[in-house]
């Protein structure tokens, strides 16, 4: 099952439950009595004697716009309360709502079926469960590769403010990825934190390894500087650039290391200018015979070499390029499986050809690529962003020493999109007050009055905890699993009592019988939602009437249960409520800002997350700043996030940082990406360097 210690002798049978029918969801943290069955009856029937255009639906702004963005007609809502299963849930400040699903479209709407909130495709929708993320191992060594492109074109002298192209990519290289995680290493104290080195090839004719393995110090940024004023030559050939990368990488293999690469081009491949055809011609470089006689294209550049076929030939030795580099980048994914990320970044003339650094991209597990054209800032933000993913390696992935339990079969996507299903007994851990063997102690949350975790009972008709023994998603520290309160119908059989949860579990062996760990976790939310009500009241008074503005976090419980097949006997989960909605990060806890997004607000409403985020710096007075800002959206609710970030500035070395919290790096790396707006000078806002 994944908690069982084999050292132990084996428990008794599990008690087992299914995935019932969503009962009526309660406010949240409020306990009520399911609703009246006469009330569903009587909804249902009005509806089904109303034909489907006739059907009331009260639209405001959000709802239209998110529905012209996603394609989803007016008809296809009605049609969704019509026909559609109605599931009723919570809202994010504990509202009653309805979520009609039919015909692949969820929607939200008030009590009576008669305001429009919200709407997605399914397939768009992520499972509303927040973000998945199929990470491999946790807290490895992180080898970061740089192959950059030293061709002759980056000589070109048309980037703002830098000597060449050549100087505006290892300057900002040393900007953005070396000094950022440099002052990480050396000023996170007391972090659990991962190790890092770097490589780098050269990419023009033929590739070489300039640096091997070094670390992060100021020698290097000293030496990024140096190769910044170094010219570029030749073409730029790709396919002996990722066979350095591929020969570089191969004693990484078998060793528990994170390759993150950087493949920096200002131009497409040019390897087929050496190649030869089938015929045995090299139909890619210039007639000498017709140079010397001085004899051009119409076009006015050289004719090239011909052979039998040589249009066919030219087109089939650029393809064989692109087959060449997909070959490569699927042979590492195929060696390093998920624990290699490779972005491809185009930082050139925009006009030109990028197909194959998409292509790239594209074939790789993990992959990302980025046209930037020559803006200096374009090329910045990139790298700074890219930058977080070994940022997230080092510190929220950074194991600290602990023990990795062992890894679980994972949710399909799928079977998250299938409701009212039966589950076998195997799929469910179910706690009950009255097992003896697999008992539900208690259920806790943080109050902040009292700083204290306080006992809450379960829902009236509930007597029991289920949990899913397949996650659906894994992040960094945790993974998450459905989980919902239920109620024993008959003999290990259970039904839904509460509205549905996600359950989430520490990645490490140590952690899951640490209740420190999981208490920690909720104290944050607790800490945030006490802050996000003041947020709120004090944006009331400059901007009334905008429930789109208001922030909280979901409500988080820690419940107590004791499990023979663990080997402490007893362990802790964390849960709290579903969210329903397009999932966004609006900012994580190294300082990347997201932009607008077409499925989140615009405006000055964008600005809300990151003025937070500031907000909670300020009224600490620099002490604490709230970061990693996710969760759902709508123009009724405003923002739900969880799962905050907490850096915290001390100067004593007893304090034992989470592995979220960078402190003042974290504090500094965010005011760096943040440009106050209108919205932080109304609300008062100090500056970091103010405090």
């Given at each position: 099952?994944?908690?069982?210690?084999?050292?132990?002798?084996?428990?008794?049978?599990?008690?087992?439950?299914?995935?019932?029918?969503?009962?009526?969801?309660?406010?949240?943290?409020?306990?009520?009595?399911?609703?009246?069955?006469?009330?569903?009856?009587?909804?249902?029937?009005?509806?089904?004697?109303?034909?489907?255009?006739?059907?009331?639906?009260?639209?405001?702004?959000?709802?239209?716009?998110?529905?012209?963005?996603?394609?989803?007609?007016?008809?296809?809502?009605?049609?969704?309360?019509?026909?559609?299963?109605?599931?009723?849930?919570?809202?994010?400040?504990?509202?009653?709502?309805?979520?009609?699903?039919?015909?692949?479209?969820?929607?939200?709407?008030?009590?009576?079926?008669?305001?429009?909130?919200?709407?997605?495709?399914?397939?768009?929708?992520?499972?509303?469960?927040?973000?998945?993320?199929?990470?491999?191992?946790?807290?490895?060594?992180?080898?970061?590769?740089?192959?950059?492109?030293?061709?002759?074109?980056?000589?070109?002298?048309?980037?703002?403010?830098?000597?060449?192209?050549?100087?505006?990519?290892?300057?900002?290289?040393?900007?953005?990825?070396?000094?950022?995680?440099?002052?990480?290493?050396?000023?996170?104290?007391?972090?659990?934190?991962?190790?890092?080195?770097?490589?780098?090839?050269?990419?023009?004719?033929?590739?070489?390894?300039?640096?091997?393995?070094?670390?992060?110090?100021?020698?290097?940024?000293?030496?990024?500087?140096?190769?910044?004023?170094?010219?570029?030559?030749?073409?730029?050939?790709?396919?002996?650039?990722?066979?350095?990368?591929?020969?570089?990488?191969?004693?990484?293999?078998?060793?528990?290391?994170?390759?993150?690469?950087?493949?920096?081009?200002?131009?497409?491949?040019?390897?087929?200018?050496?190649?030869?055809?089938?015929?045995?011609?090299?139909?890619?470089?210039?007639?000498?015979?017709?140079?010397?006689?001085?004899?051009?294209?119409?076009?006015?550049?050289?004719?090239?070499?011909?052979?039998?076929?040589?249009?066919?030939?030219?087109?089939?030795?650029?393809?064989?390029?692109?087959?060449?580099?997909?070959?490569?980048?699927?042979?590492?994914?195929?060696?390093?499986?998920?624990?290699?990320?490779?972005?491809?970044?185009?930082?050139?003339?925009?006009k030109l050809d990028y197909s194959v650094l998409e292509e790239m991209a594209k074939v790789a597990q993990k992959g990302s690529f980025q046209k930037l054209g020559l803006g200096i800032m374009e090329l910045r933000a990139a790298l700074s962003t890219l930058s977080t993913t070994v940022t997230t390696l080092l510190t929220a992935g950074g194991s600290g020493g602990l023990t990795l339990r062992q890894p679980r079969e994972m949710e399909s996507k799928e079977s998250l999109q299938v409701q009212d299903t039966r589950m076998t007994l195997a799929d469910w851990w179910v706690y009950t007050q009255?097992?003896?063997?697999?008992?539900?102690?208690?259920?806790?949350?943080?109050?902040?009055?009292?700083?204290?975790?306080?006992?809450?009972?379960?829902?009236?008709?509930?007597?029991?905890?289920?949990?899913?023994?397949?996650?659906?998603?894994?992040?960094?520290?945790?993974?998450?699993?459905?989980?919902?309160?239920?109620?024993?119908?008959?003999?290990?059989?259970?039904?839904?009592?509460?509205?549905?949860?996600?359950?989430?579990?520490?990645?490490?062996?140590?952690?899951?019988?640490?209740?420190?760990?999981?208490?920690?976790?909720?104290?944050?939310?607790?800490?945030?939602?006490?802050?996000?009500?003041?947020?709120?009241?004090?944006?009331?008074?400059?901007?009334?009437?905008?429930?789109?503005?208001?922030?909280?976090?979901?409500?988080?419980?820690?419940?107590?249960?004791?499990?023979?097949?663990?080997?402490?006997?007893?362990?802790?989960?964390?849960?709290?409520?579903?969210?329903?909605?397009?999932?966004?990060?609006?900012?994580?806890?190294?300082?990347?800002?997201?932009?607008?997004?077409?499925?989140?607000?615009?405006?000055?409403?964008?600005?809300?997350?990151?003025?937070?985020?500031?907000?909670?710096?300020?009224?600490?007075?620099?002490?604490?700043?709230?970061?990693?800002?996710?969760?759902?959206?709508?123009?009724?609710?405003?923002?739900?996030?969880?799962?905050?970030?907490?850096?915290?500035?001390?100067?004593?070395?007893?304090?034992?940082?989470?592995?979220?919290?960078?402190?003042?790096?974290?504090?500094?790396?965010?005011?760096?990406?943040?440009?106050?707006?209108?919205?932080?000078?109304?609300?008062?806002?100090?500056?970091?360097?103010?405090?």
């Open positions: 099952h994944g908690r069982l210690d084999h050292n132990l002798q084996a428990p008794p049978p599990r008690r087992g439950g299914m995935m019932p029918r969503p009962a009526f969801t309660p406010q949240l943290g409020e306990l009520v009595e399911e609703p009246d069955g006469d009330e569903i009856d009587a909804l249902s029937d009005q509806l089904s004697t109303l034909k489907t255009d006739k059907i009331t639906i009260i639209s405001h702004n959000h709802g239209r716009e998110r529905r012209g963005e996603r394609g989803i007609s007016r008809r296809a809502l009605q049609e969704a309360i019509k026909y559609g299963r109605h599931e009723e849930v919570v809202g994010p400040l504990g509202q009653r709502r309805w979520k009609c699903m039919y015909n692949g479209v969820s929607y939200i709407t008030d009590e009576k079926k008669r305001h429009e909130i919200t709407s997605w495709k399914s397939e768009d929708n992520r499972a509303a469960f927040g973000p998945v993320d199929y990470g491999g191992l946790v807290g490895c060594h992180v080898h970061i590769v740089l192959v950059v492109g030293h061709s002759g074109s980056m000589r070109n002298n048309d980037v703002a403010g830098y000597a060449d192209r050549t100087q505006a990519v290892y300057e900002t290289l040393m900007r953005e990825l070396l000094v950022p995680h440099l002052e990480l290493l050396t000023s996170a104290r007391g972090a659990a934190m991962g190790s890092v080195d770097i490589s780098l090839i050269v990419m023009n004719r033929t590739s070489r390894v300039l640096l091997n393995r070094v670390p992060i110090d100021k020698a290097l940024c000293a030496k990024f500087e140096a190769l910044g004023r170094e010219s570029g030559y030749s073409h730029g050939h790709y396919v002996p650039a990722l066979d350095e990368l591929c020969r570089l990488l191969s004693d990484d293999v078998p060793r528990c290391v994170h390759p993150v690469v950087f493949f920096v081009s200002d131009g497409a491949p040019s390897d087929h200018i050496d190649q030869e055809c089938d015929h045995g011609v090299h139909v890619w470089q210039t007639d000498e015979a017709a140079r010397r006689a001085g004899r051009v294209h119409r076009s006015g550049r050289h004719i090239l070499q011909e052979c039998a076929t040589p249009r066919d030939c030219r087109q089939a030795l650029k393809r064989r390029t692109i087959l060449e580099c997909q070959k490569a980048v699927r042979e590492l994914g195929d060696k390093f499986d998920d624990r290699i990320t490779i972005n491809t970044i185009a930082f050139g003339d925009p009255t097992d003896e063997n697999y008992t539900l102690v208690k259920k806790e949350k943080y109050d902040f009055h009292t700083r204290k975790f306080v006992s809450v009972p379960l829902h009236p008709s509930a007597t029991a905890v289920a949990f899913s023994q397949k996650p659906f998603a894994q992040g960094a520290e945790r993974t998450a699993s459905r989980c919902v309160e239920v109620r024993e119908v008959e003999d290990n059989t259970y039904v839904a009592a509460g509205y549905p949860l996600v359950g989430k579990e520490t990645l490490f062996q140590e952690e899951m019988v640490d209740a420190r760990f999981h208490k920690k976790v909720a104290k944050i939310h607790g800490e945030g939602n006490a802050l996000a009500r003041k947020f709120n009241e004090r944006l009331a008074k400059i901007y009334p009437n905008r429930p789109d503005f208001k922030v909280c976090f979901s409500e988080c419980w820690v419940y107590t249960v004791k499990d023979p097949q663990t080997q402490t006997g007893t362990i802790w989960i964390l849960a709290e409520p579903r969210l329903d909605g397009r999932w966004i990060k609006w900012n994580n806890n190294a300082g990347l800002v997201a932009d607008e997004s077409p499925d989140g607000p615009t405006g000055i409403c964008l600005q809300i997350p990151q003025a937070f985020s500031h907000f909670t710096y300020s009224l600490s007075e620099g002490r604490q700043l709230f970061c990693d800002c996710q969760g759902v959206w709508n123009s009724t609710d405003g923002f739900c996030l969880t799962d905050p970030a907490k850096h915290i500035r001390v100067d004593s070395r007893r304090h034992q940082r989470a592995r979220t919290d960078k402190g003042e790096v974290g504090m500094r790396a965010f005011f760096e990406s943040h440009i106050c707006s209108d919205l932080c000078r109304d609300l008062g806002l100090r500056r970091f360097e103010d405090l």
